[in-house]
């Protein structure tokens, strides 16, 4: 069983960048592959990102690509999404979410499902302002 907690969120202007932290503890992370979730207010929970256990594989949501970038630290536990180029759109509470298996699904529906993903974290806050 893994816990999981974000950080890193926080109140930034259109066009600026941030990097949410998402660390693990109660057991080896490499052997999750995890996700990135959003939701915003009134909206449902919305995929953004997922990485492999070894780091090597990633897959974005449409919304995400070429500007948010994941990426993992096996010595600190953790996983990252930087986010670049942010747009209030992106405005949303950020939840990583991980499940026990490390290579990403072939199907990108189970890639993307929030059901496929067993630990969650508590959420951080990013704000865009305009």
């Known amino acids: 069983q893994v816990q999981l907690v974000e950080s890193g969120g926080a109140l930034v202007q259109a066009g600026d960048s941030l990097r949410l932290s998402c660390t693990a503890t109660?057991?080896?992370?490499?052997?999750?592959?995890t996700a990135w979730f959003r939701q915003a207010p009134g909206k449902e929970r919305e995929f953004v990102a997922i990485i492999s256990g070894s780091g090597r594989a990633t897959f974005y949501a449409e919304s995400a690509k070429g500007r948010f970038t994941a990426s993992r630290n096996d010595a600190t536990n953790s996983v990252y999404l930087r986010m670049n180029s942010l747009k209030p759109e992106d405005t949303a509470i950020y939840y990583c979410a991980a499940v026990l298996g490390p290579v990403l699904p072939a199907s990108s529906r189970n890639r993307s499902d929030p059901n496929k993903y067993l630990y969650w974290g508590q959420g951080t806050q990013v704000t865009v302002s305009a």
């Open positions: 109660g057991s080896t992370f490499s052997n999750y592959r």
